[in-house]
């Protein structure tokens, strides 16, 4: 995954939340989605590490569209490793954005 990507998932995740600013005013169902998508990306970009160069050339049809589509492949097997129970960021994420609410 390129950084154009990381950037563009990580401005959604913010948006989600309403920005920054608005940890304070975070309901726990928008803390519970932010944490969700933010265990999809870390996910997400383990996975992109973990696979390399290792599904082989032209996998997804030519050279050019290899790199488009190995990506989406990999954001939505985060997505799914995530919804399926994940690795525990998500749980760890949503308490530490209440707790922020707290201060």
């Known amino acids: 995954m390129n950084f154009d990507a990381i950037s563009a998932q990580s401005q959604s995740i913010t948006a989600k939340m309403g920005g920054f600013s608005s940890l304070k005013n975070m309901n726990p169902q928008q803390a519970e989605a932010a944490s969700k998508d933010f265990e999809s990306l870390f996910v997400s970009q383990m996975m992109e590490q973990m696979f390399g160069e290792s ?42 954005l209440l707790k922020q609410q707290e201060i």
């Not at 997804?60 to 990506?71: A, H, N, Q, R, V």
Request: aromatic share 10%; no cysteine; hydrophobic share 30%.
């Open 55 to 96: 599904i082989g050339s032209e996998a997804f049809g030519s050279d050019d569209t290899d790199e488009i589509y190995k990506s989406l492949m990999v954001q939505e097997y985060g997505k799914i490793i995530t919804k399926s129970g994940g690795i525990g960021i998500a749980d760890y994420v949503k308490r530490e």
